[in-house]
């Protein structure tokens, strides 16, 4: 199934080895289900927001957007978790648009510079990139799911309430690495950081043998982390871009 001569794994190869090392995680991460039932009967911190399914089921209140995850009524209030809440959350991470569009720009991006070279160029090129962008995304998303978890991090994107644009980017930072539980403690974002240099170095399994040591491996999980942040950013002035541009066009 890999051509040993250019040690490169076909398309379909990579999809099984990617489809391996993802039901090996989720493994993992289903085996936390009896350390967390006791959240399940845990009663929520705030009960009284109207808009507490939406945030559950979809991370989201799409009244002022259509990006994923991007909020409209804040600040986001605390509320524990049930592990089933979580389920969904993870669910939806990896379904919405940027599960796919993230992968697929990464994928563009290093079909221009050939990287890895061993990959080539083509359809065939580009297909084995945005299999493997998507697979690890896919393993990155659910060890962050796993330790989030354990550690009761609210995943969840929450946009500020600052004003000024130094102030709401130092926030969307902040909150990036230093994100708050479901019970609104401050804890330095140990799900993100396991997830994305977690997949990084799961990553090695089907790289090519240029690529898969460690120097590469923090090379993919820092610009990795470096994309989620600028990301982040980004949602934070969304709606505000969204209307502008909508004003614009009146």
Do not use: C
Request: without cysteine.
């Amino acid at each position: 199934m890999v051509d040993t001569q250019s040690n490169r794994p076909t398309f379909f190869s990579l999809l099984v080895r990617l489809a391996r090392d993802s039901v090996f995680t989720s493994v993992f991460v289903l085996s936390l289900y009896p350390a967390s039932q006791a959240q399940e009967q845990a009663p929520p911190l705030s009960t009284d927001r109207a808009d507490a399914t939406a945030d559950v089921n979809h991370g989201e209140n799409k009244s002022n957007s259509d990006l994923p995850d991007a909020p409209g009524q804040l600040p986001k209030q605390a509320r524990r978790l049930t592990f089933g809440e979580r389920v969904r959350i993870y669910e939806h991470s990896i379904t919405n648009a940027d599960s796919v569009l993230g992968p697929a720009f990464g994928a563009g991006i290093n079909q221009a510079r050939n990287e890895p070279p061993e990959w080539g160029q083509g359809a065939s090129g580009f297909g084995t990139r945005f299999a493997s962008g998507y697979g690890r995304m896919l393993i990155g998303r659910t060890i962050r799911f796993g330790i989030a978890t354990l550690d009761h991090e609210d995943t969840r994107f929450s946009r500020s309430n600052e004003s000024g644009f130094w102030r709401r980017t130092r926030y969307a930072t902040v909150r990036f690495f230093v994100p708050r539980t479901d019970a609104g403690t401050p804890i330095p974002a140990f799900s993100r950081l396991a997830g994305t240099y977690g997949a990084a170095f799961i990553s090695n399994e089907w790289y090519p043998a240029s690529r898969a040591n460690t120097r590469h491996a923090l090379l993919r999980g820092t610009t990795a982390l470096s994309a989620s942040l600028g990301w982040n950013v980004f949602r934070e002035f969304w709606p505000d871009i969204k209307n502008f541009l909508r004003r614009s066009q009146d």
